[in-house]
Structures are given as structure tokens and as C-alpha cells.
């Protein structure tokens, strides 16, 4: 699994989100940048700094 917390991005924000693959947690991502912290313009940038703080979770694929 990845996961992705925002904390990293935007500090003392609690939201995370995990999925199978980084296209998807990016995606919930943006959708959560836009509706929690009002990034109505989600540029490349945005998109580059959620990707570099995708960690990998190991032994959770199963449970998924
Ligand atoms: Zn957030």
C-alpha cells in the first residue's frame, strides 16, 4: 500500500489516505487539497510535492 499523510505537506492537518498505487492516493490528494485547504489551482508543483511524500507501507497489501 502507499500512503500519503498531509501533515507533511501542510503541518497539523491530520487527513491521510492510503491506496494501491500513487496515481490514486494523488488523486485523493488533490480532491482533499481542494476541499480542506482551498487549492482551487492545483499546479505541477502540487502534484510533484504530494508524490515525493508517498511512503511505502509494507505488509498491509494483504489486508486491503
Ligand atoms: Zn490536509
Given at each position: 500500500?502507499?500512503?500519503?499523510?498531509?501533515?507533511?505537506?501542510v503541518p497539523g492537518c491530520e487527513w491521510h489516505t492510503r491506496a494501491q498505487d500513487d496515481a490514486e492516493v494523488v488523486r485523493r490528494a488533490v480532491e482533499h487539497m481542494r476541499g480542506t485547504h482551498g487549492e482551487e489551482m492545483i499546479r505541477q508543483g502540487t502534484?510533484?510535492?504530494?508524490?515525493?511524500?508517498?511512503?511505502h507501507e509494507n505488509g498491509v497489501e494483504a489486508a486491503a
Open positions: 500500500m502507499r500512503l500519503f499523510e498531509c501533515g507533511t505537506l502534484v510533484e510535492k504530494i508524490k515525493a511524500r508517498i511512503q
